[in-house]
Each structure stands twice: as structure tokens, then as C-alpha cells.
């Protein structure tokens, strides 16, 4: 048996949300949304999804946002997205620099923390891990 990769990330809103989600995630980070299986759409929720890339966001009664534990994703032009970003009215937050990567922490419509990060040019990419 071997772990092979990551299928999807999936998120947490709470119930009623689709349409904040839908903004941010495909409006802001330009990820088209995919459709749910009939079965699974029911449950409310939306699912994020372009090649590899998949974020599904599903509900959650008891809806409380992840502050600490976040996916991190590698984007290109990270100055542009940031922008948009401020424009849309998310505030965008500063970590410690992490070598090879330039890198900005942002909030989803529901509080969910997500890691921004474009290698620097050059960089040696790496698989170390963060906090």
C-alpha cells in the first residue's frame, strides 16, 4: 500500500454559504466550480476544481472556521492576485518569510485560512513543512 497524492481538500461553511463561496473562490481565485454529484448535492455546498486543484467547501451545522489548519496554494503572480484580493475587500495577512517562496495568508468569506505561496525565482522548491 502507498499514499499516491492529495484527490481534494475539502472545507468547511456554514449552511447558506454557496453563494459567498462561489464569489470568492471562483470570482477571486478564478477556480471554475464543478458540479456536485445529484446524490451529494443535496447536502448543500460547492466544489472548486481545475486539473488537480480541488477544493470542495461542504456544510457544516456547527460551522466554526479553521484558523490554523489551511491549505497552501501555489499560485503564479502572487502581486496580482493580491491585489484582487484587497480590491474584493479580503484583508490580507503576513507570516514570517519562508525561504524559496514569497507568501500571504488570506480569510475566505467564512473565516477558513488559506496559504497564498509563488516560489521565487530560482528558489529550490522543497517539501518542508510549515506552522
Known amino acids: 500500500m502507498t499514499l499516491v497524492a492529495i484527490d481534494h481538500v475539502q472545507l468547511a461553511m456554514p449552511p447558506g454559504g454557496e453563494d459567498a463561496a462561489r464569489r470568492f473562490y471562483g470570482d477571486v ?14 447536502r448543500g455546498g460547492c466544489w472548486f476544481e481545475d486539473g488537480g486543484l480541488k477544493i470542495h467547501l461542504g456544510v457544516e ?7 490554523k489548519a489551511h491549505p ?10 493580491k491585489a484582487k484580493l484587497s480590491d474584493g475587500g479580503f484583508a490580507l495577512k503576513d507570516d514570517e518569510p519562508l ?33
Request: aromatic share 6%; net charge negative.
Open 29 to 42: 481565485l478564478g477556480l471554475p466550480e464543478t458540479p456536485k454529484p445529484e446524490h451529494l448535492a443535496r
Open 61 to 67: 451545522a456547527d460551522f466554526r472556521p479553521a484558523r
Open 72 to 81: 497552501g496554494l501555489l499560485v503564479s503572480n502572487l502581486p496580482a492576485l
Open 99 to 131: 525561504e524559496g517562496y514569497d507568501r500571504i495568508y488570506v480569510d475566505d468569506p467564512f473565516g477558513n485560512r488559506i496559504e497564498l505561496l509563488e516560489p521565487l525565482s530560482g528558489a529550490r522548491k522543497t517539501n518542508e513543512t510549515h506552522a
